[in-house]
């Protein structure tokens, strides 16, 4: 199992950018592929993004295409979440996730979750 660890999130107005990390620890990190999700008050979680074990497939969710991009450094055993143009609706907490399977934008795939950071855009 590998325990995830997210920082990153804070306040920022629309326009502004954020990035958020992931530090993994507890099991080989290049074992996983990672993804990125966010759940919004009283919303169902949802897929943001996802990257394979070496960092070559990348997946986005349409809302975020061409805004936020999704990188790894398995030497450090961390995932990125760079976030720019960022929106009101763009307000959720991220979780940032791990499986063992292909890259993959459903949540029911991924066995191991971090706390989440809260992100919160304003207008």
């Known amino acids: 199992q590998v325990q995830l660890i997210e920082s990153g999130g804070g306040l920022v107005q629309a326009g502004g950018s954020l990035r958020l990390s992931c530090a993994a620890s507890?099991?080989?990190?290049?074992?996983?592929?990672m993804g990125w999700f966010r759940q919004a008050p009283e919303k169902e979680r949802e897929f943001v993004a996802a990257?394979?074990?070496?960092?070559?497939?990348?997946k986005y969710a349409d809302s975020v295409k061409g805004r936020f991009t999704i990188s790894r450094d398995n030497a450090k055993n961390t995932v990125d979440l760079q976030m720019n143009t960022l929106k009101p609706e763009d307000t959720a907490v991220y979780f940032c996730?791990?499986?063992?399977?292909?890259?993959?934008?459903?949540?029911?795939?991924?066995?191991?979750w971090g706390q989440g950071t809260q992100v919160t855009v304003s207008s």
């Open positions: 996730a791990a499986t063992t399977w292909t890259i993959t934008n459903s949540p029911n795939a991924y066995g191991n």
């Open positions: 507890g099991d080989t990190f290049s074992r996983y592929t």
């Open positions: 990257i394979g074990r070496n960092g070559a497939a990348t």
